[in-house]
């Protein structure tokens, strides 16, 4: 009886058409929604900046919300690049990305694959250690570091910039994470093959670490490419100022260099630098953007 009764109930439901059924709201609006002011509130100083950059120094000064593309000019990025050394510091820049860089994604994962695949007598205890490193806040470091680079004559040099630091204790932890999710099964089939366990290390597991791998060069570069307290301290001459450092001393210079620079001028003048110190980051994280989330992803696979 009870069958009969609820038979015609769910053929009628059936009988229904799926557009003219109720439809849930999608949760997801809502976050759309959220999350699209997050993005405008973020954005929005950026575009500030841009756009100002562009403008008359006074009229930065005496309408800051303003826009008329008509008064845009060049005169602050050209002021600009006569009296601040921007190109050197983008070369010293680069210089120290590049080596720095190369050898945080080469050595830490190198690293990382030790402490992943291989067992041996105080493992536990030198990862530790190696993990204990990062709750160290970087001004302990500073005084002992500059001492060292005092010792080894290497103040105002390259060295100084990309040694301290170029093996992260972060970098090896990420990249344990991720190289402990490779099957064993791979390392046992290429040492059967008679493969060195270097070569194991760059043909089978540095191939299938890629986005990890990438991941970890986006967060390095934007490390390095934003590092400002070592690099002011062990390179304070104006011939190996980094990119950061420049933009730091910029209102100084321009005021030291330039007799009667008002404020307006110095303003235009550092929206103009910053302006242009953007794009490198902004085109890195366009292009790598697909890469930086996989390798997100796959730094958050538990070991």
């Known amino acids: 009886?009870?069958?009969?009764?609820?038979?015609?109930?769910?053929?009628?439901?059936?009988?229904?058409?799926?557009?003219?059924?109720?439809?849930?709201?999608?949760?997801?609006?809502?976050?759309?929604?959220?999350?699209?002011?997050?993005l405008?509130?973020?954005?929005?100083?950026?575009?500030?900046?841009i756009v100002s950059s562009f403008k008359q120094p006074n009229d930065i000064i005496r309408d800051p919300l303003g826009f008329d593309v008509t008064t845009f000019t060049l005169d602050n990025f050209t002021a600009m690049?006569?009296?601040?050394?921007?190109a050197h510091g983008f070369l010293n820049t680069a210089i120290v990305l590049v080596v720095k860089g190369g050898i945080t994604l080469f050595f830490?994962?190198?690293?990382?694959?030790?402490?992943?695949?291989?067992?041996?007598?105080?493992?536990?205890?030198?990862?530790?250690?190696?993990?204990?490193?990062?709750?160290?806040?970087?001004?302990?470091?500073?005084?002992?570091?500059?001492?060292?680079?005092?010792?080894?004559g290497w103040v105002n040099t390259y060295q100084a910039l990309i040694l301290p630091g170029a093996i992260d204790a972060f970098a090896i932890f990420w990249m344990r994470q991720v190289i402990s999710a490779v099957p064993d099964e791979l390392l046992d089939a290429a040492r059967v093959d008679g493969c060195s366990e270097f070569g194991i290390f760059w043909r089978v597991i540095v191939?299938?670490?890629?986005?990890?791998?990438?991941g970890l060069a986006v967060l390095t570069i934007?490390?390095?490419?934003?590092?400002?307290?070592?690099?002011?301290?062990?390179?304070?001459?104006?011939?190996?100022?980094?990119?950061?450092?420049?933009?730091?001393?910029?209102?100084?210079?321009?005021?030291?260099?330039?007799?009667?620079?008002?404020?307006?001028?110095?303003?235009?003048?550092?929206?103009?630098?910053?302006?242009?110190a953007l794009i490198p980051l902004l085109v890195l994280f366009i292009v790598l953007q697909r890469h930086f989330i996989n390798g997100i992803l796959a730094g958050s696979v538990k070991g």
């Open 222 to 276: 934007m490390n390095i490419y934003n590092d400002f307290v070592w690099p002011v301290i062990v390179a304070s001459s104006e011939q190996m100022a980094t990119l950061q450092v420049v933009l730091s001393t910029l209102a100084q210079n321009i005021t030291g260099n330039r007799i009667g620079a008002d404020y307006a001028t110095v303003t235009g003048e550092l929206l103009a630098a910053s302006s242009i």
């Open 40 to 49: 405008i509130g973020f954005l929005a100083p950026v575009a500030w900046a």
């Open 207 to 214: 191939p299938v670490i890629r986005p990890g791998l990438a």
């Open 108 to 152: 830490a994962p190198l690293a990382a694959f030790g402490f992943a695949k291989y067992d041996f007598v105080g493992k536990n205890l030198i990862f530790g250690t190696v993990l204990v490193t990062l709750m160290l806040p970087t001004i302990v470091l500073i005084i002992p570091l500059l001492l060292e680079m005092k010792t080894l």
């Open 81 to 86: 690049f006569q009296d601040v050394p921007i």
């Open 1 to 38: 009886m009870t069958g009969t009764l609820l038979r015609p109930a769910t053929t009628a439901a059936a009988s229904i058409p799926l557009e003219r059924r109720p439809r849930k709201t999608s949760p997801r609006i809502g976050s759309h929604a959220f999350l699209m002011l997050l």
